[in-house]
């Protein structure tokens, strides 16, 4: 490992040959090129200065210095993980979503900067609501939703690490939210991130599946969006997804045949907990957004449906409103 290298750099304090900086960024470089990861320099950067508890920049000012031999084994450990094709955001415990840092672990899918599009488009459309509701809310800051109260409500199916919710909740301080998970681990983690921004007041997490732990909320035609990303790879196409989704629980990834099993449920389910008029936007697969619209249109509880392109110009959320 790094202890193989020749150390021929001076320790600018002790002037004994040592590893730096810069000397173990290019034996991490190599090691993870040559394990096939995409960006081997990023990850190495991103992999020593959370070693050394540094940012990235902090390296590039630090590329001569001497590094502790603790800190080496510990870089050596982490870029070893890596090399495994272990997710990046899972070694170092968190990924950057919507510009906030999000806690996530093996239980949880990583969140994608796709997703980001799904946040967009609902964000887009309950604007339009908060801004009817806002004098309400100022009046009553202290309220919890209720069936009578003014007070947007979104219902996210599928939470994982509460990423959604989570962007919505601090761009929306007016919208209360219910964010059902199916895996209790999950829960867990959504439930840190919640609080490591304060949302509690205004994020419920609810364990169970899909829809079912909302039924004695009172909630039924009380919703103003319903927002998922659900897990969307055809069963068959799992075992082709790159090493490193692997890592990622097949719960999150696995829509079964044709992966459009949630979709089917979340477009039957949602307009009992719509309100006339209310939205439902859902991530979907690259290829998926003819089938979701037929499915919308099938289920005749739709109208104004709309495919949406995230910035690679592929669909990646269907958006419909609830008819009556
Ligand atoms: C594609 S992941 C999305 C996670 C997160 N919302 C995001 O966008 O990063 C789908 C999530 O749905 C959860 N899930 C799977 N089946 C479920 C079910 N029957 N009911 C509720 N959640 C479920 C998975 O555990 C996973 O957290």
């Not at 950067?45 to 080496?72: I, M, Q």
């Not at 495994?84 to 170092?92: D, K, N, Q, T």
């Not at 209310?278 to 690259?286: C, F, P, T, V, Y």
Request: charged content about 20%.
């Amino acid at each position: 490992m790094i202890g193989s290298l020749p150390k021929t750099e001076i320790n600018l304090n002790s002037q004994l040959p040592s590893t730096t900086v810069a000397s173990a960024l290019r034996w991490a470089v190599e090691v993870l090129a040559e394990a096939g990861v995409e960006t081997p320099r990023l990850d190495a950067e991103c992999l020593l200065a959370h070693a050394v508890g540094l940012s990235r920049l902090g390296l590039y000012t630090s590329r001569a210095k001497a590094l502790d031999p603790v800190w080496v084994e510990a870089f050596e450990e982490l870029v070893g993980r890596r090399a495994g094709r272990e997710p990046l955001a899972y070694i170092l415990g968190e990924r950057e979503f919507w510009s906030l840092s999000i806690k996530v672990g093996p239980s949880v899918l990583i969140p994608r900067p796709e997703t980001e599009v799904l946040v967009e488009t609902a964000l887009e459309r309950l604007r339009q609501l908060t801004v009817h509701s806002s004098q309400f809310t100022e009046k009553n800051k202290d309220h919890q939703p209720s069936a009578i109260s003014h007070q947007p409500i979104v219902v996210e199916i599928g939470t994982g690490s509460g990423a959604i919710s989570i962007a919505l909740a601090q761009e929306l301080p007016e919208v209360y939210f219910y964010a059902t998970e199916l895996s209790p681990e999950a829960i867990q983690v959504a439930s840190e991130n919640i609080e490591r921004y304060s949302l509690s007041s205004r994020v419920l997490l609810l364990q169970g599946d899909l829809f079912s732990p909302l039924s004695l909320l009172g909630l039924e035609g009380n919703v103003d969006m319903v927002v998922s990303n659900p897990p969307y790879i055809p069963r068959g196409h799992l075992s082709l997804l790159p090493p490193e989704v692997l890592f990622e629980p097949v719960e999150a990834l696995d829509g079964s045949v044709d992966g459009l099993y949630f979709h089917k449920r979340i477009i039957i389910e949602s307009p009992r907990f719509l309100k006339p008029g209310g939205w439902l936007a859902l991530e979907i697969g690259a290829d998926q957004g003819r089938a979701v619209t037929c499915l919308l249109e099938d289920s005749k509880e739709y109208r104004g449906i709309e495919v949406v392109q995230d910035y690679a110009g592929k669909d990646r959320v269907v958006l419909a409103q609830k008819s009556h």
